[in-house]
């Protein structure tokens, strides 16, 4: 996919999810968005305690470790730690406040998955993301996230033009196709507790951490 051109350098993208593990399902299709819109840097954030899930298999700590081992050498990734230290559930739009904090002036990218596009209305405080953020969901080619019926709100907030995600800094609701893997990491936290092979799923280094560490053992049902 050709990599959009746009005079502007510095928009940040943000990915959240619980990455219990990360696997190449995650890195394949936000490393997508990143050169398709010309991102300056995403921002992986773990979510340290998960509103619409069960409690993690491996700690934020270890989620964490695993997402810096996932990345190295690959510029632009940066790994947020933010939401590390929350006592209560995580609430992306409180990451997004504490981002625009830090980024007062540049483009944010709330990057986010089809099923997480189908559940927003479900998110805490959900239609206060666009004002902090645009929001990218990353959608297969040939699927049209934007023909499906839409509530006003977000029908309003759609652009079909990438250069506007520069040229604001929050507002947009843009659709971006990726390269998307079906991978869950369920499906291998589940081969991990069923001693099978979960090679080419994630990166190696990772299969070698989730083993030196003994994770995901007699995790079965976790979702």
């Not at 899930?53 to 790994?79: C, D, H, N, W, Y």
């Not at 029908?155 to 947009?172: C, P, R, S």
């Not at 799923?201 to 299969?207: E, F, H, K, Q, T």
């Amino acid at each position: 996919m050709a990599k959009l051109e746009l005079k502007f350098d510095a928009m940040v993208g943000v990915y959240g999810g619980t990455f219990d593990p990360v696997h190449f399902g995650h890195l394949r299709t936000v490393l997508d968005v990143k050169e398709a819109l010309g991102l300056q840097q995403v921002r992986l954030v773990p979510c340290s305690q998960p509103v619409h899930r069960g409690q993690p298999g491996a700690t934020v700590e270890q989620r964490f470790t695993m997402l810096q081992k996932a990345t190295e050498g690959l510029s632009g990734f940066v790994i947020d730690s933010r939401e590390m230290g929350r006592d209560q559930p995580s609430y992306m739009i409180e990451t997004l406040r504490s981002l625009r904090k830090q980024f007062p002036q540049q483009p944010l990218l709330l990057i986010i998955g089809g099923d997480a596009f189908g559940d927003i209305e479900k998110w805490f405080q959900w239609q206060q993301l666009f004002d902090y953020a645009h929001v990218v969901v990353m959608q297969r080619p040939g699927s049209h996230f934007e023909n499906v019926n839409m509530q006003p709100f977000l029908q309003a907030k759609v652009t079909h033009k990438a250069t506007d995600l520069a040229w604001l800094n929050h507002g947009h609701l843009y659709f971006q196709p990726v390269i998307q893997l079906d991978i869950s990491a369920t499906q291998i936290r589940q081969k991990v507790a069923r001693h099978e092979s979960i090679d080419f799923l994630l990166p190696d280094n990772i299969i070698k951490y989730i083993t030196d560490n003994d994770l995901y053992q007699g995790d079965f049902t976790a979702l």
